[in-house]
């Protein structure tokens, strides 16, 4: 039996083209950093939140510290000494989110998946437009709730000024 070359094509590329896509699309596992969070032209805020990652999981209690640059970078930490539990680097153009207790880490470029809450927590401070699935709410004493409606993630926090 002969093989034309599309037929081979098809054979040997039908399983893998799907996972290629996904990988130059969208989400993507990463180990890297984007930047490094220091010098000049950073504001440093340090605080306390509470995570819950989905709807029915119970709520984590932690160490926040949110590090936003002038040029539009930002670094998230949420940590539970003496381990870091979450810790996103977004730029105007990338983001990466890394959950190092699972080793699990997820990448991309342009505007982030709203089904990590944590991508958009400096874009929810800074008062900006989320995606229609989050809802953010500044309390009266300072403090903010960030919940993801359709995943039941939630962020609770305050930040120290």
Known sequence: ????VGQ??????GPVLPAILMLC????????S?????GA????????????????????????VVARHEDGRCFIQ?????MSLVSVQTTPTRWLIQFPPR?????????????????????????EPLPESLRFEAKPEGGWRLENTRSGETLEGFLAP
């Open 8 to 13: 081979w094509c098809r054979l040997a590329l």
């Open 103 to 127: 080793g699990w880490a997820f990448t991309g470029r342009r505007r982030p998946p709203a089904r990590f809450a944590w991508l958009y927590l400096r874009a929810a401070l800074a008062g």
């Open 41 to 64: 032209g950073w504001h440093v805020q340090q605080g306390q939140a509470l995570w819950r990652p989905r709807r029915g999981f119970p709520e984590l209690g932690g160490d926040l």
């Open 1 to 4: 039996m002969q093989i034309s």
């Open 25 to 32: 699309g969208g989400c993507q596992t990463a180990t890297t």
């Open 34 to 38: 984007l930047f490094t969070a220091s």
């Open 78 to 82: 949420f940590a539970k000494t003496p």
